[in-house]
Nanobody
């Protein structure tokens, strides 16, 4: 069973920092792309960072130089958990949104199109005040 659980988020003033985490289990972490997305009220869900199984992480232009994504694989008692992180610095009011982590159902594509991802976490709210 695929499970994605986000944590972190909250409220911060502009210029501040927040960190998000996402524990992911139950899917092929060795091959499938994972990503961070966000959705503001009245707007479409947009890709923030795409994290391939190997290779360079891709960032949306709007967050380049401010957000840093990473991942860590933990294997315990034969069970693998992939934890995604999103470090968000120099936050702006326009970064306010619900943030989601996601995983692809299969290999291949790794980018910012939400419809390409089949597994989603429940989301965590990030609010940046001016």
């Amino acid at each position: 069973q695929v499970k994605l659980v986000e944590s972190g988020g909250g409220s911060v003033q502009a210029g501040g920092s927040l960190s998000l985490s996402c524990e992911a289990s139950g899917f092929n972490y060795r091959r499938n792309c994972m990503g961070w997305f966000r959705q503001a009220p009245g707007k479409e869900r947009e890709g923030v960072a795409a994290i391939p199984s190997d290779g360079r992480i891709l960032y949306a232009d709007s967050v380049k130089g401010r957000f840093t994504a990473s991942k860590r694989l933990t294997i315990s008692s034969g069970n693998a958990t992939n934890t995604l992180y999103l470090q968000m610095d120099s936050l702006k009011p326009e970064d306010t949104a619900m943030y989601y982590c996601a995983a692809r159902r299969s290999g291949g594509y790794c980018g910012g199109v939400a419809s390409q991802y089949g597994y989603w976490g429940q989301g965590t709210q990030v609010t940046v005040s001016s």
